[in-house]
């Protein structure tokens, strides 16, 4: 039992936290730069499941072979968990972190998320009030690095009139896979490599190329568009600047030592019944994988 419920703990907190390592790696030296919140630590899972970082890595790697849409999927996950209440994953990072006893609404989360047609101004003030600043905006900004958007989400720049600021290129092939504002179409996130986690999203919004418009303002508001060229140009620091970020925001309310809890199945709080939870830690850990294959 006490091994199972190790490789459940494993499983299932950490399958949320290793993700973007996936994409690049990050030595220990730089994430040491971020600071971490009491109860977590950098060694959490070091004698309860040592080789956790490698398990979580390769299921991973199988699952987004698979469907990359997985990876977006996860990162989306992340964001919404993290600014509206705890949950959510990081890198090398911090572990220890405790699923929370309360779920997110749909109309908080619309609430603490600003929406794709908000411009720079807003996206930093709502961030401002998490403690996140102009490069945590243009840095996390980087997550449309990879995914799809629904048409819905950008057709304010299309009709009834054209964003003067959009690629004229861009926007007639926008307006091909949109014909309407409310078509149900969807489109990818990075024009120019939509499933790779790299730069290019910078590259896309020198060139006008930014979906949304709160991509495409970041390079139209003074306070964010140099920090936009210099992830353009250096890869490396948006890396950096990307993994910090993502640390800060995971750790936003995070609960750690005995508050919340680890549920036994993700979508769902634990019943308040002991035995309940050791049987399910059981099955549980044998399905995911099964699924995750
Ligand atoms: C969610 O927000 C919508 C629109 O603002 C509102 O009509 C609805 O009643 C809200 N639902 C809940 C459960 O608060
Ligand atoms: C940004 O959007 C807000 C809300 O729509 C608006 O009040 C503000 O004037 C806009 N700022 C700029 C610089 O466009
Ligand atoms: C988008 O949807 C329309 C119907 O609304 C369809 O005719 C069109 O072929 C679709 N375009 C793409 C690129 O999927
Ligand atoms: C979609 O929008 C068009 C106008 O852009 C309208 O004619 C059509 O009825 C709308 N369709 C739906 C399903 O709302
Ligand atoms: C790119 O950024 C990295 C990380 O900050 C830095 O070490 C490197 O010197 C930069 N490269 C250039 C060419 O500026
Ligand atoms: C987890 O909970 C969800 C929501 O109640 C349910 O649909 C799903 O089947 C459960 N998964 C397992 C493995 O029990
Ligand atoms: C605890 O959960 C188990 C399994 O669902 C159930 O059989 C049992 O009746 C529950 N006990 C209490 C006190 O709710």
Redesign the pocket.
């Known amino acids: 039992m006490a091994r199972a419920a190790t490789s459940f703990t494993c499983f299932f907190l950490i399958s949320s936290l290793l993700f973007p390592a996936l994409f690049f790696s990050i030595s220990e030296a730089d994430n040491s730069a971020a600071p971490i919140v009491n109860g977590l630590s950098w060694s959490f899972y070091k004698s309860s499941c040592p080789k956790v970082e490698s398990i979580i890595r390769s299921q991973l790697k199988k699952v987004f072979k698979k469907d990359i849409g997985q990876a977006a999927g996860l990162l989306r996950l992340h964001f919404h968990d993290c600014f509206v209440q705890s949950g959510g994953p990081d890198y090398d990072v911090p572990l220890g972190r405790r699923d929370g006893l309360t779920f997110a609404t749909r109309n908080v989360t619309l609430q603490n998320l600003p929406p794709p047609t908000a411009n720079a101004s807003v996206i930093l003030a709502s961030l401002a009030t998490k403690n996140l600043d102009a490069t945590d905006v243009v840095a996390l900004s980087g997550g449309h690095s990879i995914g799809i958007s629904h048409c819905t989400s950008f057709t304010n720049r299309l009709y009834p009139t054209q964003d003067p600021v959009m690629d004229k290129t861009f926007a007639n092939n926008l307006k091909g896979v949109c014909p309407t504002a409310n078509s149900t179409n969807t489109t990818v996130l990075d024009i120019r490599s939509p499933d790779k986690f790299d730069n290019k999203y910078y590259v896309n919004l020198m060139n006008r190329q930014g979906l949304f418009t709160s991509d495409q303002d970041l390079y139209t508001d003074s306070r964010t568009k140099s920090i936009v060229t210099s992830f353009a140009i250096n890869e490396t620091l948006f890396f950096e600047k990307f993994a910090l970020s993502m640390i800060k925001m995971g750790q936003l309310s995070v609960l750690t030592g005995k508050n919340g809890e680890i549920r036994a199945?993700?979508?769902?709080r634990n019943p308040d019944n002991k035995s309940y939870l050791a049987m399910?830690v059981d099955?549980?850990v044998e399905?995911?994988r099964a699924e995750l294959r």
């Open positions: 199945n993700c979508s769902v399910k099955d549980e399905e995911d």
